[in-house]
């Protein structure tokens, strides 16, 4: 259990409860609030500072020194008192875990610039946060799954139409659509080949550029500085793209010196011994460029080979006959992660679709995790490859995920509207307005996982044990109990 839950409930028990956890609070208060800090004394956070998290310690490597928390991207520059460091905190490997959320919600009573109605609620009108529990209803989702409210208009011209909206919160309308998603890390962002769940910030739908091995690192910055202005006049409610070139500059800077892993584990220890690789540093010196480990020769302008190797991770590969138990298991985890096949179907956007250079997947493909988290030792997508695995989907069928909590869409493809899917959020279509792209996401890093849970676009995932239960249910993995302990102590362990 994460300790910050734990004084969550003090909090809101007895008052010699609420006396503990506020000892508590002061007595861990620099690993748990560096923007207090910052308040406080105006100090940086010294590079590689230790935080706690779920099975272990979680640091960031910045390239360029301590962290300074009166830079650019710790300052408000809109109207809420937002700024890009209220979503993405070192304590919860620069995204932000829906544990530290809800202790935000009890520390200030729902005040926090997080909780702000222009997307940290579960809608923008109809609510009543002028009261402590109308707070607490308007923010749940906030404060249950760490999601924001994203709400984007249907693209002009798109060959679907959304029907109906079924959205319990109420923003039902069916011409701007309400996502909920999980703010991603501002970190490890080297191995990115798109920007966003839905990939807006590296569209021409947008205006903004696609990540290619042509282009890349120069796409990437450029896009990452376009991001920063939405961010602040979405989420922060700036008056104006009041950002100026310099700001902008500063703020990607700071968020490409940035690499985040899990450093300790209760059991295991230091994850760098024993000739293992695990931490922040070994990540900031892995190799990458788009296409590094392409599975489907996706980027025909990649001036490397088509070679795909499952193997994508050897962090841990020293600890293969540990007397460490957990070493061990972690060291097996890794081995599950890259060798154990199962066969892939259904999967918009890999099964049975033509990429440009001209390959076509069978229908069915048997390969490992590494089909879609093939960037060596990072486990992103080392190409822009947004995939429907059936996490946005209602509840039952291949959905093992609970989304019950979230609305139900409707969308038809045109003209006849005689083909319709039900779905949780459209993802890649409300981008691209093409109804082929209904559901497709892509993959994030897979570093810093036990600091941000929950997991997937939507927070579906509690716990890694739900992410995956989820996975061996839609594909037919049949991991052992064994396979899926030491799967999760290795992901754990990222």
Known sequence: ???????????????????????????????????LVRAQFGLFLPNLTGFLDSTGIIRTFNQNGNIDLNGPFFQSFGTNG????????????????????????????????????????????????????????????????????????????SDFQVVSVANPYGCSETDVLSMYRRPLPTTNLKFLSTLMWDGRESSTQTGTTPISSANYPTSLMTDLAHQSVDATLIHAQAAAPGLTAAQQQAIVAFETGLFTAQSQDFLAGDLNAQGANGGPQPVSQ??????????????????????????????????????????????????????????????????????????????????????????PNAGAHSVAAPLNIGVADTPGGNNVLDTSYLPVITICQLPSLATCVRTTDPGRAMITGKFADVGKFKGPVLRGLAARAPYFHNGSAQSLQDVVTFYNSRFNIGFTPQEESDLIAFLSSL
């Open 286 to 375: 892995q190799n990458f460029y788009i296409g590094i480990n392409d599975p489907v020769g996706l980027d025909p302008s990649n001036p490397v080979p088509f070679n795909f190797s499952t193997s994508i991770f050897n962090t841990f590969s020293a600890w293969q006959n540990s007397n460490n138990p957990r070493r061990a298991a972690i060291a097996r985890g890794q081995a599950v992660f890259n060798t154990k096949t199962f066969t892939i179907t259904g999967v918009a956007g890999l099964n049975g679709n033509t990429f440009s250079n001209g390959v076509t997947p069978p229908a069915s493909v048997v390969s490992t995790c590494g089909i879609c988290h093939d960037s």
């Open 82 to 157: 937002r700024s890009c460091g209220t979503c993405h905190q070192p304590t919860d490997a620069m995204g932000v875990a829906a544990a530290n959320v809800a202790l935000r919600f009890d520390l200030s009573l729902g005040t926090d610039p997080i909780f702000r109605t222009n997307d940290g609620s579960n809608c923008n009108h109809s609510i009543d946060v002028s009261t402590f529990q109308g707070r607490r209803s308007a923010y749940s989702l906030l404060r249950t799954r760490g999601l924001i409210r994203i709400p984007l208009a249907v693209p002009a011209g």
């Open 1 to 35: 259990m994460y300790w910050y839950t734990a004084i969550s409930r003090m909090l809101r028990s007895n008052a010699r409860a609420r006396k503990g956890a506020i000892a508590l609070i002061l007595a861990l208060a620099v690993l748990t609030a560096p923007r």
